[in-house]
T-cell receptor, first 111, second 115 residues
Framework: GQQVMQIPQYQHVQEGEDFTTYCNSS?????IQWYKQRPGGHPVFLIQ?????EVKKQKRLTFQFGEAKKNSSLHITATQTTDVGTYFC???????????FGTGTRLKVLA | ETGVTQTPRHLVMGMTNKKSLKCEQH?????MYWYKQSAKKPLELMFV???????ENNSVPSRFSPECPNSSHLFLHLHTLQPEDSALYLC??????????????FGPGTRLLVL
């Protein structure tokens, strides 16, 4: 079945450093979503990418969707303590709204 | 956020008990989802309902029984659970098929402990 892997599993950074998490799907996706889950909280939607090679920015966050629509990345510039949490990608294949979530990357930011 | 509510927030049950989890969405969405989130595991999709019809059952054991009486309410009936079923159960809703509205809005979850 479809699998979505993320690396790294954990990342500790000093405040102000950059952070990147990578998402890889075993199958071609129609679109990919990114979510953030704060400790003790629930996943909250960040963004959706649909087009091959698409790049979107939200302030310090940059999201990319691979040309083959099988991988994606989230890059945070100059991390802040408010960025702490687990970042999940979720991919869907064509004709379905069944999203398979990635394994997640837990980010810890040290002040 | 109060768009998707879940009750109870915490639940402790024995393996012989029967309990139900409730989810309600106030967003006018037509799809609702149950996910299981265990420690050190990715979010696992359990069930998907679209317009009250179950469209996905992700090989979930029969001790979990979903019910969707209308597009706003979703239940998960639990019976004879096992300790390994202890997890955070998350409900979500969305409006698939509407461009730009495929975002899933999650509820706060029910933290379940099976003894």
């Amino acid at each position: 079945g479809q699998q979505v892997m993320q690396i790294p599993q954990y990342q500790h950074v000093q405040e102000g450093e950059d952070f990147t998490t990578y998402c890889n799907s075993s199958t071609t996706l129609s679109n990919i979503q990114w979510y953030k889950q704060r400790p003790g909280g629930h996943p909250v939607f960040l963004i959706q990418l649909v087009k091959s090679g698409e790049v979107k920015k939200q302030k310090r966050l940059t999201f990319q969707f691979g040309e083959a629509k099988k991988n994606s990345s989230l890059h945070i510039t100059a991390t802040q303590t408010t960025d702490v949490g687990t970042y999940f990608c979720a991919g869907a294949t064509s004709g379905t709204y069944k999203y398979i979530f990635g394994t997640g990357t837990r980010l810890k930011v040290l002040a | 956020e109060t768009g998707v509510t879940q009750t109870p927030r915490h639940l402790v049950m024995g393996m012989t008990n029967k309990k139900s989890l409730k989810c309600e969405q106030h967003l006018g969405h037509n799809a609702m989802y149950w996910y299981k989130q265990s420690a050190k595991k990715p979010l696992e999709l359990m069930f998907v309902y679209n317009f009250k019809e179950q469209t996905e059952n992700n090989s979930v054991p029969s001790r979990f029984s979903p019910e969707c009486p209308n597009s706003s309410h979703l239940f998960l009936h639990l019976h004879t659970l096992q300790p390994e079923d202890s997890a955070l159960y998350l409900c979500a809703s969305s409006h698939p098929g509407l461009a730009g509205e495929e975002t899933q809005y999650f509820g706060p979850g029910t933290r379940l402990l099976v003894l």
